[in-house]
């Protein structure tokens, strides 16, 4: 519906067929380009005479910009310039996105020409697009923009380069730089958007953390696993995380460095966590208030592994169901609550007990579901520390756990601690 409206908006200002734009829309929408970006493309692509009408736009500090502004004239020095490919209606293009600062403040920008830009270039765009993402202001660099460097550079406040540690980094950071150590990785077949291609997916790691990453076209001292330099990597969201994207523009060397992985997740409180919208390495503490249906003994589709009730799957309908044992627990810290999801592994220690003796546990009862009583006389009301893989959707939060262990805390150690947070 909301992609109705966007053409329809654009079709009344470009004065041209709503169906025609809408389909465009669709198809950019479609290759993930943020709807601005689209509206932008199609405003160029048909021909937009609208917003040239006010003569030279004028010079602006770029800590004065805001969404408002048409178009406007700026100075600074770029902080970060990465290249990457975005589909457009078939065809590959080649944008450059990062950060532009001058003594005022810094911007997003995305540049739909290839000016050259490199970090540490001091230029002057003329006529650049605002465009508001997120509620914040961005450049867009394209046809109508003049571009010229500058000789005498300007003197910013930020880093140029885009170096950063993997537990800084968020969703649409582009341009990055981090040297990590590949924790995992593993060579798989996906269907791309030119048939089927391979690519490498796994973990990285720094001092500061680990995330997952994809590398869209294999890089050999990747596979080859080690300490790594990347250069130009942007951030996207998968599965509800920030994940690290390695294409075909980021540049990848071995180095000879030891970096020490943290080993310690991130730890939060559940209300935190929960509100960072997806983090991949987290740990919190609560306690289990309840264990959720769709616990204990399962039984999952042998064609799509999902779960099935009464031997039916969603998608595949009467099927043989496979057994499987998992637990769906919530926890609570006072501050929010997620769902806290155990996979077989972690569900045989808190039951204490294997598949086949839940199975015979249930065959004795004849009812699958006193593996769940079991398991929620031993964990509801009782605290636990968990670490693992916060996903934040629709339906609430999910954390896929990697350790679920009772929290040794001392009781009333905990007790004076809150105590002392309260005073401060
Ligand atoms: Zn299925």
């Known amino acids: 519906m909301e992609l109705d409206n966007h053409a329809e908006d654009l079709a009344s200002d470009l004065g041209v067929d709503k169906e025609e734009v809408k389909a465009d829309l669709q198809n950019l929408v479609e290759y993930s380009v943020p709807i601005d970006e689209a509206k932008q493309s199609l405003r160029r692509k048909y021909g937009d005479g609208s917003s040239g009408g006010g003569g030279a736009p004028s010079s602006k500090d770029i800590g004065d910009i805001t969404p408002e502004d048409g178009n406007v004239t700026v100075t600074g020095v ?250 769906k627990a919530i926890l609570d810290d006072g501050t929010g609550a997620v769902t806290v999801v155990l996979d077989d592994e972690l569900t045989q220690q808190v039951y204490d007990g294997t598949l086949e003796d839940a199975l015979e546990q249930a065959r004795e009862a004849m009812d699958q579901e006193v593996v769940a009583d079991t398991i929620r006389e031993r964990i509801v009301g009782r605290e636990y520390r968990v670490r693992g893989h916060l996903s934040v959707d629709e339906y609430g939060a999910n954390l896929d756990a990697e350790d679920f262990e009772e929290s040794g805390d001392d009781p009333e150690a905990r007790a004076s601690a809150f105590l002392t947070e309260v005073d401060a």
């Open 78 to 327: 770029v902080l970060t310039a990465g290249k990457r490919s975005i589909r457009y209606q078939g065809d590959d293009l080649e944008i450059v996105e990062g950060r532009l600062a001058d003594e005022t403040g810094v911007i997003d920008y995305t540049s739909w020409e290839d000016f050259g830009l490199s970090p540490g270039d001091t230029i002057t765009a003329g006529n650049a697009g605002v465009r508001e993402w997120d509620g914040e202001p961005e450049l867009n660099l394209g046809e109508s923009t003049s571009l010229s460097f500058e000789d005498q550079s300007l003197d910013v406040a930020y880093e140029i380069g885009g170096e950063a540690q993997l537990a800084d980094l968020q969703t649409g950071d582009r341009a990055v730089t981090v040297e990590v150590t590949v924790v995992d990785c593993e060579r798989r077949t996906i269907d791309g958007r030119d048939g089927e291609t391979e690519i490498l997916s796994g973990v990285f790691g720094d001092e500061s953390g680990r995330l997952p990453f994809t590398n869209w076209d294999p890089a050999p001292a990747i596979e080859d696993g080690g300490t790594i330099r990347i250069e130009n990597a942007f951030v996207q969201e998968f599965r509800g995380v920030p994940e690290v994207n390695v294409s075909e523009f980021s540049v990848v060397s071995a180095i000879d460095r030891e970096i020490d992985v943290g080993a310690d997740a991130t730890t939060m409180d559940v209300g935190e966590a929960v509100h960072t919208g997806g983090i991949y390495d987290v740990e919190v503490n609560g306690n289990v208030i309840a264990v959720r249906d769709g616990s204990g003994l399962i039984q999952r589709c042998p064609e799509c592994y999902r779960v099935i009730q009464k031997g039916q799957c969603r998608t595949h309908g009467s099927v043989d169901g496979v057994d499987d044992l998992r637990v």
